[in-house]
């Protein structure tokens, strides 16, 4: 009977489909799994379905010689480290598809959100602030017909883009390799290299993986680049910007806002963020519907079930 490990509780369906080939244990507490109590979980386990914030490092992989499978339950993975798994031989997947249109709503939320200053408006009225409507309280910036550009035109990337349509917005995006024409046509969308877009936008928003070559894809330099009246969105992950940068980018009102759901440090936040009124500051929220952690929650269970079954897992990171 294999032994399947859960980092956190998940939908029953999810857990039945685990439960068709093996004996599984959850941990149920909310505090997050890591480091040695991880490992004492894991260790001798065939299988694992792991969240985002469960760092899987070469430590753990080399001391939990049963594993096989790792199943995160998430699209980025930059929580396990891939190549000490490829080198164990334990396949690892993740689950993407499935929360695009969640993140892609979220990240519009953010926008509007930003643009709009629902936050500061919302706190002004709880705060009983509100006296009766005035000329000059919470004027924004129109979404409206603004140039949108996006970093990485992947999954995610083009649920946003498919949602711009509705705003009538100009849509330009930035990707390591340009798509086909055709595809660019379909979805009214126009490359740009990272400078062009940075410089022309109004809206910035990113969807691009972390990895080596995208840590800090937004320093200072590029900050530099924006346009005082622009926003930066971030929905994909916090180390793509560096975040002291944008910080002190805010502060001194080098641009006009910023809406992060994500952080380099995360949960820590640079402290000098918190108090500005130009920043949206999410918890990690992009993928938060009951509908699509249940989805997500499934679709793990599955790649893990195909595995232990021998079957070829739906959505592989590595080859295993
Ligand atoms: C992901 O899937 O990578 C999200 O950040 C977690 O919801």
């Known amino acids: 009977m294999y032994k399947i490990f ?24 909310e505090e997050t799994l890591n480091g040695k109590t991880l490992l004492e979980k894991i260790k001798e386990k065939d299988a694992v379905l792991t969240m985002v914030n469960n760092f899987v490092t070469d430590d753990i992989i080399q ?11 998430g699209v980025g993975y930059n929580n396990i480290d891939i190549a000490s798994a490829e080198k164990h ?25 930003i643009a709009r200053r629902i936050v500061e408006a919302d706190k002004f009225v709880r705060e009983g602030k509100f006296t009766g409507w005035l000329p000059h309280l919470f004027i924004g910036n129109m979404v ?32 390591r390799n340009p798509l086909p024409k055709a595809q660019e ?13 940075l410089r022309e936008c109004d809206y910035i928003t990113i969807h691009a993986p972390l990895n080596e070559d995208s ?9 530099n680049l924006m346009k005082k009246d622009a926003y930066l969105i971030n929905t994909s992950r916090g180390p793509l ?20 759901d994500v952080y380099e440090h995360e949960p820590e936040i640079v402290e000098g963020l918190l108090g500005l009124d130009n920043v949206m500051l999410l918890p990690h929220i992009g993928s938060a519907t009951y509908e699509t952690r249940t989805n997500m929650a499934e679709l793990a269970a599955k790649n893990i079930a195909n595995v232990l079954s021998g079957k070829e897992p739906l959505t592989p990171v590595t080859k295993g």
Not at 144 to 170: D, P, Q
Not at 215 to 223: A, F, N, Q, S
Request: glycine share 10%; charged share 25%.
């Open 63 to 73: 001391q939990a010689p049963k594993l096989k499978v790792i199943g995160n339950c």
């Open 185 to 197: 046509e379909a979805l009214n969308a126009t490359y740009k290299n990272l400078e062009d877009l």
């Open 89 to 113: 031989g334990v396949i690892v997947t993740n689950t993407p598809d499935v929360l695009n249109d969640a993140t892609a709503d979220l990240t519009w939320a953010m926008i509007l959100g």
């Open 6 to 29: 859960v980092t956190s509780k998940v939908s029953d369906s999810a857990l039945n489909i685990l439960k068709s080939v093996g004996e599984v244990e959850v941990w149920e507490k």
């Open 144 to 175: 409206y017909g603004k140039k949108l550009g996006i970093i990485g035109l992947g999954r995610i990337g083009r649920a946003v883009c498919k949602r711009a349509k509705g705003f009538k917005m100009e849509v330009y995006y930035y990707n």
């Open 241 to 260: 910007i560096d975040e002291q940068a944008l910080y002190e980018h805010l502060k001194d009102g080098k641009i006009a806002g910023a809406a992060l």
């Open 215 to 223: 840590h800090h894809l937004i320093g200072r330099d590029e900050l």
